[in-house]
């Protein structure tokens, strides 16, 4: 069995006054194995978001299920949710998602202090982690004193730290100029040939195709998917292009 | 659409979509409005200066008048302070989308009109239909008669009109000026940046314990003379500066001690309530000393009128211990027997017994007294050591007093009803004497050691022509006479009385008709008048203790609520990140409690820490109102500080309910 399985999942929202409903996804399935880096590609209001809230445990579906290292999402309580989404997953956000009331280091220790951790634990974890994303000097400061790269790579050690079975991206590179967005992706390569599962949110083909697979979702459902193989970062980079291209002008007619 | 119809629509709108914050403002504004109205038509109705007892209260209501203008101008501004911050988003919005500022200017002066209306109607509708009702609340407490005409003057709606109308433009004028001068850009940006902490706590620390201590100090060594409200206007001002300066760097002080220590603040709920404090402690500190203060006004004001309430019949007690007493001048009496069949006869004629008649004979002499040497004023220098001295002869000391005590010739006793006069030996006019002894109780005049106004020193000497002779030596001897009364010859009657009250009345209009005319008539008082005066002034008192109470209250309540509301806003998108990182519902609810517990703690702490340094000043003024049971005030305050906090906590819970809705996430 595959370690991330996404079994036919189905989500509609109702508006609020009955009547008008609005399918987000209609019927996804695919899997994901451990160590792979996947990207999630598609136009705004393909269901992306919706997909990944959903693998969040943020969001439920109306319909299937999730299974991540074979323990059903559906089968979790309310209220082991949060902790399961502590333990076992963590997010990158586009903007960040930093507390301006912690600096760097609090706001990476802030899952550990959630689950519990003693200081001296939590320490031994940091050291290594920012030395390997280059964030050791800025620990101290402040989110508003820091650029946005470097936000971000605090949001990642954040992500990393409680060494997560599955990071979710969300548009990492989205509020990144263009050197610390791939800077960003290198280390998210870094991470995965560390054994780091990934699943990222993109709409760009500069951030896609840096992962090992790319899956591209239109009007809520799976319409391909491109694995990397043995292509270099620039054929991954034409394959996608060409991919998108299809996928735009198919059904317009 | 024209603009003229456009913008006052928009103003609404800008009402009704902010509702939550502007309702309370609203209300609140009405009642101060009721408030303010009753209080000016209560003062206006001139009825007051022609009921007899009713000087005190009406005084006692216009300073309660000037100090609800006082409180109410600080007080609106500060909550519209909180009204505007919530706009400005709004406001740089519509900025962007093309509205000019004069637009802008004018749909804000349409909201403050708008609110202004609004705040009146429903203000001066509940004004007239209550104000009659709290009048006779108000006549009711004071003992005075209730069936009196009550008009509401048109110059009570326009003092109304016009000092709430300045309130509004004073506000209105803040906020235009806050907006215009900021752009667009910076009105849409949420203010990101965390306050600037400090760099030195050592200053802002030394001033809040200057100004805490002299405050302090004023309310611990200030006596009761004409400068007590002063001084207390000044301990008040110097104790809410010096809060302000030590809540500010003291909390930071403490919490970034707690910060520095890794594994107490490395906990889930430690953790986020200490850093999202540090962050901004020096606005909250400003809205936590607010809270202590009217605290401590609720509680101080609540102090005074639950104690007085209960200890009125003391008080009125304490001046007259005896239901009646008459003073006349014995030289111009030929009789002093015919006073006294007079009393008995008019007595039994109004149904009314007469018991535990007394009568004395006594001087008041001026002295120059020093130490335990009393000499005749005899210079302008002297006065500021005179002193006034009944002297009684023992013969009617062991008679009123029921004793057989003797004296020789150069002894004498000395009673004083405040404190002991100590000294074992006296030196009048040069004559040393030996104080055979010092009384410890009058019946007829109360001992009573905090006593600081109405001190009164007794010599009682062995017979009648020595007293008389003392007497005039100080009186003769002496060309500084103050007190005009002095070697005049007093007689003096009293007695309790027996029966219904209206006849009692009766019967001392009908003694005080026939002679308080007489040429020997110097001086009377009963305990029923006097009792209708301490009743119209602590009616008063009451009265404007509860509704001061109940404004304080407002205030505090609604300083809590926008505390909470706008601390709510902008942690609502921290609370949102932390969910996503994995803070359960329970940890949200547990680290709100322990934030708001802190946050709330710490004031309610501090005013009773101010209640009890403003203790000794409460009790001083008490005792100028002749309250001198200590321990009832001491349990009124305990009691007090008990039900407070019952009211405080159960606020707290209120408010931090309103928080956590705030930044709950919606799923």
């Known amino acids: ?68 290292d074979e323990k059903s999402f ?32 609090d706001n990476i220790f802030l899952p550990l ?9 939590m320490k031994e974890r940091l050291v290594p982690l920012a030395k390997q994303l280059g964030i050791t000097e800025f620990l101290s400061k402040y989110p508003y004193e820091v650029s946005g790269g470097q936000k971000q790579r605090a949001a990642v050690a954040r992500a990393l730290i409680t060494q997560p079975k599955l990071i979710l991206a969300d548009e990492p590179t989205g509020a990144l100029d263009s050197k610390s967005a791939t800077s960003l992706l290198s280390m998210f390569s870094n991470v995965n040939k560390d054994g780091q599962t990934i699943v990222m949110v993109t709409h760009s083909i500069q951030a896609a195709k840096c992962a090992g697979r790319v899956l591209f979702i239109k009007d809520g459902n799976l319409f391909h998917q491109i694995y990397r193989g043995n292509s270099s970062d620039d054929e991954m980079y034409h394959k996608i292009s060409d991919t998108l291209t299809v996928l735009q002008t198919e059904g317009v007619e | 659409m024209s603009k003229t119809i456009i913008l006052p629509k928009m103003a609404a709108t800008g009402i009704r979509k902010n509702g939550i914050v502007y309702l309370p403002y609203i209300l609140t504004t009405a009642f101060s409005i009721s408030v303010f109205f009753i209080f000016s038509c209560i003062i206006k109705n001139d009825f007051l200066e022609n009921v007899p007892h009713a000087a005190y209260m009406w005084m006692l209501l216009k300073i309660g008048n000037g100090l609800l203008g006082i409180i109410l101008v600080p007080f609106l501004f500060y909550t519209n302070s909180f009204l505007i911050k919530r706009r400005k988003n709004e406001i740089g919005l519509y900025s962007i989308l093309g509205l000019e500022k004069k637009h802008i200017a004018f749909m804000m002066f349409m909201e403050t009109l708008f609110i202004y209306i609004i705040a009146m109607v429903i203000g001066l509708i509940t004004a007239v239909v209550f104000a009659k009702l709290v009048f006779l ?19 009570s709606f326009i003092t109304t009109l016009i000092f709430f109308g300045g309130i509004s433009l004073l506000n209105l004028g803040t906020n235009l000026y806050q907006v215009t001068k900021a752009n667009p850009s910076d009105l849409l940006r949420e203010p990101k940046k965390g306050e600037r902490q400090p760099k030195s706590l050592f200053i802002s620390t030394v001033l809040g314990i200057l100004f805490l201590g002299g405050g302090y100090w004023i309310a611990f060594v200030s006596k009761v003379d004409g400068m007590i409200f002063l001084n207390f206007f000044l301990a008040v001002f110097m104790v809410v500066v010096g809060t302000y300066f030590l809540f500010t760097s003291g909390s930071i002080a403490l919490l970034r001690t707690l910060r520095k220590n890794k594994n107490y603040y490395y906990k889930k709920a430690n953790y986020i309530t200490i850093s999202g404090m540090i962050y901004r402690m020096k606005k909250s500190a400003a809205s936590l000393v607010n809270i202590c203060i009217f605290s401590t006004m609720v509680i101080i004001t609540l102090l005074c009128t639950v104690s007085l309430t209960l200890g009125e019949k003391a008080a009125i007690r304490f001046i007259c211990p005896l239901d009646a007493e008459y003073v006349f001048d014995s030289s111009k009496m030929q009789d002093t027997s015919a006073f006294e069949t007079d009393m008995q006869r008019l007595a039994s004629q109004n149904n009314v017994q007469i018991k535990d008649k007394i009568n004395y004979n006594y001087f008041l002499i001026d002295t120059c007294n020093n130490q335990n040497i009393f000499s005749i004023l005899k210079s302008s220098s002297d006065m500021e050591k005179e002193r006034l001295v009944r002297l009684i002869s023992l013969s009617d000391f062991n008679r009123i007093e029921g004793q057989n005590k003797k004296l020789e010739q150069d002894e004498i006793l000395v009673y004083s009803n405040t404190e002991d006069f100590k000294y074992s030996s006296v030196t009048l006019n040069e004559k040393v004497y030996k104080v055979k002894e010092e009384i410890s109780s009058f019946h007829f005049d109360t001992k009573e050691v905090n006593n600081y106004s109405r001190g009164r020193l007794y010599f009682i000497i062995n017979d009648y022509s020595n007293v008389d002779k003392m007497a005039k030596q100080f009186n003769d001897g002496s060309d500084y006479l103050d007190y005009e009364g002095s070697g005049t010859p007093y007689y003096s009657v009293r007695f309790n009385m027996e029966g219904e009250i209206s006849n009692k009345e009766a019967f001392l209009n009908a003694l005080d008709k026939k002679w308080t005319e007489t040429p020997e008539f110097i001086s009377n008082k009963n305990v029923i008048d006097w009792g209708y005066d301490v009743k119209s002034m602590d009616g008063g008192l009451l009265f404007l203790g509860v509704f001061f109470g109940l404004i304080f209250t407002i205030c505090l309540l609604l300083i809590m609520y926008y505390k909470q509301i706008s601390e709510g806003l902008e942690d609502k998108h921290n609370f949102d990140v932390m969910q996503q990182v994995g803070l359960s519902d329970e940890d949200v609810k547990a680290t709100i409690h322990r934030q708001i517990m802190l946050v709330f703690g710490l004031p309610l702490a501090v005013a009773i820490i101010h209640t009890m340094m403003g203790l000794r000043m409460t009790t001083k003024l008490l005792y100028a109102l002749n309250l001198y049971n200590n321990k009832l005030i001491a349990l009124s305050c305990l009691g007090i500080i008990a039900v407070f906090a019952v009211f405080y906590v159960l606020s707290y819970f209120l408010t931090a309910n309103t928080y956590y809705r705030i930044v709950k996430r919606k799923s």
């Open chain 1, 1 to 68: 069995m595959a370690f991330l399985e996404v079994k036919n999942l189905k989500k509609v929202y109702t508006t609020r006054f009955g009547g008008n409903q609005v399918k987000a996804l209609e019927k996804v399935s695919f899997s994901v194995e451990k160590g792979e880096y996947v990207a999630v590609m598609g136009e705004s209001g393909s269901g992306k978001t919706t997909l990944l809230n959903i693998l969040a445990s943020l969001d439920k579906p109306t319909e299937g299920d999730i299974l991540l």
């Open chain 1, 113 to 121: 202090v959630l689950q519990g951790k003693s200081y001296s634990e």
């Open chain 2, 137 to 155: 609340i108000l006549l009711n407490a004071s003992g005075l008669p209730v069936d009196v005409e009550f008009t509401m003057p048109l110059s």
């Open chain 1, 74 to 105: 559906s089968k979790i309580k309310n209220k082991e949710l949060c902790a399961f989404r502590r333990d076992n997953l963590g997010f990158v956000f586009q903007d960040f998602n930093l507390l301006d009331t912690f600096s760097l280091q």
